[in-house]
């Protein structure tokens, strides 16, 4: 079955940086595009960014453009969130997600990682 696995996540103070990798297996790695979704507490799931299954990478939400950076692996069947530059409002929990074709939204995807909890201190 298809299992994707975050890992990476923890605490870290304001400024630092974290990356995310993601594992996936019980797909083909390469034929599939790959998002990274968060959701903060009480809050909506919101799309970060995505990367197609040739690698090229969707706009970023705003908030995070010029800071996170997406990438893939397809040797390793990993996908990566690099964070740089943390805010406190960056503390969500990160979920990376799998689907043929890229898209923006949560409902457009069929596969989910179980999240991986990112708190940024001041």
């Known amino acids: 079955q298809v299992q994707l696995v975050e890992s990476g996540g923890g605490l870290v103070h304001s400024g630092g940086p974290l990356r995310l990798p993601c594992a996936a297996s019980?797909?083909?790695?390469?034929?599939?595009?790959m998002a990274w979704f968060r959701q903060a507490s009480g809050q909506d799931r919101e799309f970060v960014g995505a990367?197609?299954?040739?690698?090229?990478?969707?706009p970023y939400e705003d908030s995070v453009k010029g800071r996170f950076t997406i990438s893939r692996d397809n040797a390793k069947n990993t996908v990566y969130l690099q964070m740089n530059s943390l805010k406190p409002e960056d503390t969500a929990v990160y979920y990376c997600a799998a689907r043929p074709l890229v898209s923006t939204t949560v409902s457009g995807y069929d596969y989910w990682g179980q999240g991986t909890q990112v708190t940024v201190s001041s």
């Open positions: 019980g797909l083909t790695f390469s034929s599939y595009a």
């Open positions: 990367i197609t299954r040739g690698g090229v990478r969707t």
